[in-house]
């Protein structure tokens, strides 16, 4: 579905609602849609920051790897793009620490995993694009989001052989490598 809103070009595709209609199937529990509440707020938070930085959004694309936010291509310094990068983290952590002194700590929590994981340095999560900012003709970067993904998918078979159970870090691991392999360089 595509349409737009205030000259931005808003796109739907069909593997977001598929995916939040999975998880929301496969974990019915109110956990899933308070996630996916917290991961939309976490993107407002990166809308904020390019407001304030005076960057122009030309686009919103909503698909199977969350929202992708597309600015125009002029170029933006280095410190504003950090900032903008650390836009959804702070969101998360400003949530959480509002939402433990009010009692919700499994809301709480889930908000500060979200912040610390994206920013994790794999260059299709915000610690990627902070790292990316900071030092624009680092090839290490590649190479740090490959052995940040190793290393989640080992941490991700152990607490599978282990839990017996628990196969999220495994899928999460996964998904990151995924998306890396998709990036242009």
């Known amino acids: 579905m595509n349409f737009s809103f ?4 808003i796109r739907i595709s069909f593997w977001f609602v598929a ?10 529990e109110t956990q899933a849609f308070y996630c996916f509440m917290f991961c939309i707020i976490h993107e407002v938070g990166h809308l904020l920051a390019m ?23 002029s170029f933006i310094p ?18 959480a620490s509002v ?3 009010a009692g919700q700590n499994n ?33 290490v970067i590649k190479m740090l989001s490959i052995a940040t993904c190793i290393l989640l998918f080992l941490c991700g078979i152990v607490t599978a052989v282990y839990s017996k159970k628990n196969f999220t870090l495994l ?13 242009k360089d």
Do not use: W
């Open 6 to 9: 205030h000259r931005v070009s």
């Open 19 to 28: 995916v939040i209609s999975i998880m929301l199937i496969l974990f019915p």
């Open 51 to 73: 407001l304030i930085t005076g960057r122009k959004i030309t686009s919103l694309h909503f698909g199977y790897f969350g929202i992708k936010i597309c600015t125009d291509k």
């Open 78 to 95: 280095a410190m504003k793009d950090a900032f903008i990068a650390i836009g959804g983290p702070m969101i998360n952590l400003i949530a």
């Open 99 to 101: 939402l433990f002194p």
């Open 107 to 139: 809301l709480a929590l889930m908000n500060l995993v979200l912040a610390f994981f994206n920013l994790l340095p794999v260059s299709v999560l915000d610690g990627g694009h902070l790292l990316s900012a900071l030092f624009p003709e680092s090839k």
């Open 171 to 183: 899928i999460v691991s996964l998904y990151l490598i995924t998306g890396i392999a998709g990036q």
